[in-house]
Structure formats: C-alpha cells, structure tokens
C-alpha cells in the first residue's frame, strides 16, 4: 500500500479574505468527487493540520500499490480536483510511502 500525504498553505487570497472556513469545505467536497470512484484508491481526505506550525492543510490519501498512485495522479477525477484547488492553496509539500509488504 502506498500512503500519498500532501501539506498545502492557503494562498494569500484565502487569508486575507478571511475564508479558510469556504475553502475547506469547497475543498473536502472536491475530494469526495474521487472517493470510490478510482480504481486503487483505498482511502482519501483533507483536513486541518492541527499541528500547526507553516501548513495549513493535510490531504491523505491510500493506494493500493504504485501502479495505483500512477494511474490515481493521471486520473481525470483528480486533474480536475487539482483545477479546483489552484486558487486556494499553494506551497505544496508532498510524501509517498510504501507500507505493508508491498
């Protein structure tokens, strides 16, 4: 299995407009467009980071091997998940791990 983690900032726009609230909501109902409908995808959400510190936000997501997460970043559910999110978040910092015996 392999665990896709991303940290992501809100832009400048979002703060200043007060609209962290609006965005993660928009945000969260964008990522439900894909759960259960990729092939290979075995667990995604976004939240608040509540540790703190230069991320705002944390999207998770599982895949079932690599070949998934090729295929998950090349999907069309996701591309317009990416569109979707251009003007809300920015400083992307992103992890993937192999866990199991994968």
Request: with cysteine; charged share 25%; aromatic share 8%.
């Amino acid at each position: 299995m392999i665990r896709h983690i991303l940290f992501w900032k809100y832009t400048d726009a979002v703060k200043a407009q007060h609209q962290e609230a609006e965005a993660l909501k928009f945000l969260q109902n964008s990522v439900a467009t894909m759960r259960g409908r990729i092939d290979g995808l075995l667990c995604i959400e976004i939240g608040l980071n509540l540790a703190g510190g230069d991320y705002d936000l944390i999207f998770y997501a599982e895949l079932r091997d690599e070949q998934a997460l090729q295929c998950f970043q090349q999907h069309p559910l996701h591309a317009a998940h990416r569109e979707r999110c251009r003007d809300l978040v920015t400083a992307r910092l992103c992890g993937d791990v192999r866990v199991g015996t994968n």
